[in-house]
């Protein structure tokens, strides 16, 4: 009896998720339903975030860049940050061109996420210059590409201290000013990888999963703050400078070949899902193309079978990144 019961359970729970994994590929879903459904419904970015302070990290490159190009053309008013600071003035001349924004409205503050002794000032510069700050973007970060036996402890230990301690010791700053204005958002780019695993990445991965493990946790201690939301999303892959810039077996190596990029998410597609996702305050919002969509609905919902599949996938992402092509190659419909 207790069997037949199981059998039926599991022979429903998987029609339910074939199905819906279905439903999704029809959609073309390119992200999870409530963000969707806060694209066709929900507030748009233009209308909540038109003369909102926003500070971007990583906005000298790839997601973070793109986020001010678009937030300028809405008319929000720009603190850009990164370490390159000619790259980031190369990006404000930018907004400036497709903006009715003026040479004011867009600090560019250089910042560097692991030197944290710095933030409590560069919060300070930021709220010189304009007051207030309604949007923190935690966008900055490096990810990984090598095996864990492989690779040095010391790269374990950067990637923490960049992705994580650096993003939440500038939250840290920027909280104590929304916590006194009883306003503000917190939006962290986290991952995919901060809801699974696979393989080459188990530091990035881990220090993803960090942040969504503290960010989840902030969020319960500020229920008297109902106006800070507290936003977390998690790309697939996506068009950027990220593989570029990855992490490898030792701090002094970056990666040989990183292979085409055409194949993954359009740069401009993702950041207009995250300000479609901060405009609704999501909590949390999945921004990603197939499989790797369908893979966090299986995630969620069976984690087992979730494993069986990602071991799958795994071994070809390990083939390709020995083979020299991008880790996920094989995966996109988009590839020739
Ligand atoms: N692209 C994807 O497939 C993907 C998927 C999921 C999540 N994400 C996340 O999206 C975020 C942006 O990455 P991206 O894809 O746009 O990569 P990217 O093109 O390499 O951009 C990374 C940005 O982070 C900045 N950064 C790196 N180290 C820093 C430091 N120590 N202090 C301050 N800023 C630093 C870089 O600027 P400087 O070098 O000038 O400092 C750059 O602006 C990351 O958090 C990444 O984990 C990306
Ligand atoms: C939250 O914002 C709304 C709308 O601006 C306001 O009416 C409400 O008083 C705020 N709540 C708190 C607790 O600050």
Redesign the pocket.
Known sequence: MAWGCSLYLALAGGAVLALLVQVLRWLRADGDLTLLWAEWRGKKPENELRGKVVWVTGASSGIGEELAYQLSKIGALLAISARREDELERVKKKCLQISSLDEKDILVLRLDLTDRSSHEAATNSVLKHFGKIDVLVNNGGRSQRSLFVDTNLDVYSAIMELNYLGTISLTKHVLNHMIQR??GRIVTVSSVMGIMGAPLASGYGASKHALQGFFNCLRTELTD???ISIINICPGPVQSKIIQNVFTENLAKSIENSGDQSHKMPTDRCVRLILVSTANDLKEAWISDHPYLAVCYLWQYAPTWAWWLMNKMGKRRIQNFKSGVDADASYSRKKK
């Open positions: 009883k306003k703050y109902p106006n």
